[in-house]
């Protein structure tokens, strides 16, 4: 299973950035997709999740600001992350929870994406 997230980046107060996780080695259609972020010397904590095509989750910070969807053709989950603040800075991890191509059901974890919100 391979997670692979890009689009982080450096961002002022106010901007946007969108997220991209390109997922392989798993069932991806029937897989939940999820954001989490860890903020330095903070706990992992929930940004969305996204079941099915429709069925989404925020956490309450983020919530009315990110939005996250998902194109099962291309077995991609995104963040779209509009007025950022300074407090979103962290790094960002994609997750798919569910069966890999090979049915062994697993909680899967990118590699991370840092962003950066700062004027």
């Known amino acids: 299973v391979q997670l692979v997230e890009s689009g982080g980046g450096l961002v002022q107060p106010g901007g946007s950035l969108r997220l991209s996780c390109v997922a392989s080695?798993?069932?991806?259609?029937?897989?939940?997709m999820g954001w989490f972020r860890r903020a330095p010397g903070k706990e992992r904590e929930l940004v969305a999740t996204i079941t099915g095509d429709t069925d989404t989750n925020y956490g309450d910070s983020v919530k009315g600001r990110f939005t996250i969807f998902r194109d099962n053709a291309k077995n991609t989950v995104y963040l779209q992350m509009n007025s950022l603040k300074p407090e979103d800075t962290a790094v960002y991890y994609c997750?798919?929870?569910?069966?890999?191509?090979?049915?062994?059901?697993?909680?899967?974890w990118g590699q991370g994406t840092q962003v950066t919100v700062s004027s």
């Open positions: 997750n798919a929870y569910g069966r890999s191509s090979t049915y062994v059901w697993g909680d899967y």
């Open positions: 080695g798993v069932i991806f259609s029937s897989n939940r």
